[in-house]
Nanobody, 125 residues
Framework: QVQLVESGGGLVQAGNSLRLSCAAS????????MGWFRQAPGKEREFVAG????????SYADSVKGRFTISRDNAKNTVYLQMNSLKPEDTAVYYC??????????????????WGQGTQVTVSS
């Protein structure tokens, strides 16, 4: 069992930055691949970024490539999403998710076993 708690969301102006954090409970964090997803009102949940168990491989949605960076600190049981050059279309609830011992980076929500409660990110123009 893994419990995930996101933090760091808020209201920012376009062009600014935010860093989201996701703290995981338990001593087996290093056996989970991690992902960030987002869901805007009226839209389906979409993949944003993912990272492998070791942190050696990452993957990004085309819409955030070059602007967002996912990283993890296994000693702190935490995964981060650094979001730069934010745009109004990045406005959504952001969720972190965990998948046990995945092969590579998983990009589909159905692949993930555990989810956080979400944190709101609002980007004003």
């Amino acid at each position: 069992q893994v419990q995930l708690v996101e933090s760091g969301g808020g209201l920012v102006q376009a062009g600014n930055s935010l860093r989201l954090s996701c703290a995981a409970s338990g001593r087996t964090f290093s056996t989970y691949g991690m992902g960030w997803f987002r869901q805007a009102p009226g839209k389906e949940r979409e993949f944003v970024a993912g990272i492998t168990v070791s942190g050696g491989s990452t993957s990004y949605a085309d819409s955030v490539k070059g602007r967002f960076t996912i990283s993890r600190d296994n000693a702190k049981n935490t995964v981060y999403l650094q979001m730069n050059s934010l745009k109004p279309e990045d406005t959504a609830v952001y969720y972190c998710a965990a998948v046990f011992l995945p092969l590579g980076v998983r990009t589909h929500p159905d692949d993930y076993d555990y989810w956080g409660q979400g944190t709101q990110v609002t980007v004003s123009s």
